[in-house]
T-cell receptor, first 113, second 112 residues
Framework: KAGVTQTPRYLIKTRGQQVTLSCSPI?????VSWYQQTPGQGLQFLFE???????NKGNFPGRFSGRQFSNSRSEMNVSTLELGDSALYLC????????????FGPGTRLTVL | QKEVEQDPGPLSVPEGAIVSLNCTYS??????FMWYRQYSRKGPELLMY????GNKEDGRFTAQVDKSSKYISLFIRDSQPSDSATYLC????????????FGTGTRLQVFP
C-alpha cells in the first residue's frame, strides 16, 4: 500500500505571496492532519480534517487554512506569506478519527524569501 | 513552559551501546504515548505506541511509561549506525487523539 504523498516536495516563495500544498493520504484513510516543523518550535499541530470538515485546529493565524475533498485528499493554503512561515509542512493520515496512530508523509519544504 | 519537554541532544554513542531517550510532560490528560524516528529530509516514522504505564518491547526498542512521574523513555539496545536520526516523543489525550503534541526531538548519532 502506498504511503502518504505530498506535493510539491520543495517550494520557494517570496513574502506576501500565497501557497497551496497538497496531501494524498494512505488509501482508505479518512482523517488527515497537518503539522508545521521548524528548528525552534519543533512539530506543531495545524489542523485536522475528516469527512471534508475541519475537526480540530491548532494555534495558528487565519492565514493558514485547509480543506479536504471527498476522496480524502487534502490541501493547505498559506496566504500573505511571512519569513517565519519557512518550515517543513507535514501531512499525516489515519484510518479514522480517534485512531491510535498517524502516518506521516515526507513533507513539503517551504522557503519564504 | 512547553507541555512536552525533550532534551535536544545531540547524543553521540558508539555502535552497540544502549541508548536512553526521555521526555517529560506536564498535562496529566495525556494517556497515549508514541515514539517517532525521523531521518534527515524525511517525515517521522512511527516506532512505538503505548497507552499504559510499564514497558513495551519491540525488537531492540523498549518504550517505558511512568504516568505517576509524567515521564516516558525509549531504550535502544545494540545501537547501530542506521539508528542515527532524530527521535521524537509524541502524546495525546482521550477525545483529542487526532492532535499529537510533540517533543522537540533528540538527535542521535551512532558512530561505528
Amino acid at each position: 500500500k502506498a504511503g502518504v504523498t505530498q506535493t510539491p516536495r520543495y517550494l520557494i516563495k517570496t513574502r506576501g505571496q500565497q501557497v497551496t500544498l497538497s496531501c494524498s493520504p494512505i488509501s482508505g484513510h479518512r482523517s488527515v492532519s497537518w503539522y508545521q516543523q521548524t528548528p525552534g518550535q519543533g512539530l506543531q499541530f495545524l489542523f485536522e480534517y475528516f469527512s471534508e470538515t475541519q475537526r480540530n485546529k491548532g494555534n495558528f493565524p487565519g492565514r493558514f487554512s485547509g480543506r479536504q475533498f471527498s476522496n480524502s485528499r487534502s490541501e493547505m493554503n498559506v496566504s500573505t506569506l511571512e519569513l517565519g512561515d519557512s518550515a517543513l509542512y507535514l501531512c499525516a493520515s489515519s484510518p479514522d478519527r480517534g485512531s491510535d496512530t498517524q502516518y506521516f508523509g515526507p513533507g513539503t519544504r517551504l522557503t519564504v524569501l | 513552559q512547553k507541555e512536552v519537554e525533550q532534551d535536544p541532544g545531540p547524543l553521540s554513542v558508539p555502535e552497540g551501546a544502549i541508548v536512553s531517550l526521555n521526555c517529560t510532560y506536564s498535562n496529566s490528560a495525556f494517556q497515549y504515548f508514541m515514539w517517532y524516528r525521523q531521518y534527515s529530509r524525511k517525515g517521522p516514522e512511527l516506532l512505538m505506541y503505548t497507552y499504559s504505564s510499564g514497558n513495551k518491547e519491540d525488537g531492540r526498542f523498549t518504550a517505558q511509561v511512568d504516568k505517576s512521574s509524567k515521564y516516558i523513555s525509549l531504550f535502544i539496545r545494540d545501537s547501530q549506525p542506521s539508528d542515527s536520526a532524530t527521535y521524537l516523543c509524541a502524546m495525546t489525550a482521550p477525545l483529542n487523539t487526532d492532535k499529537l503534541i510533540f517533543g522537540t526531538g533528540t538527535r542521535l548519532q551512532v558512530f561505528p
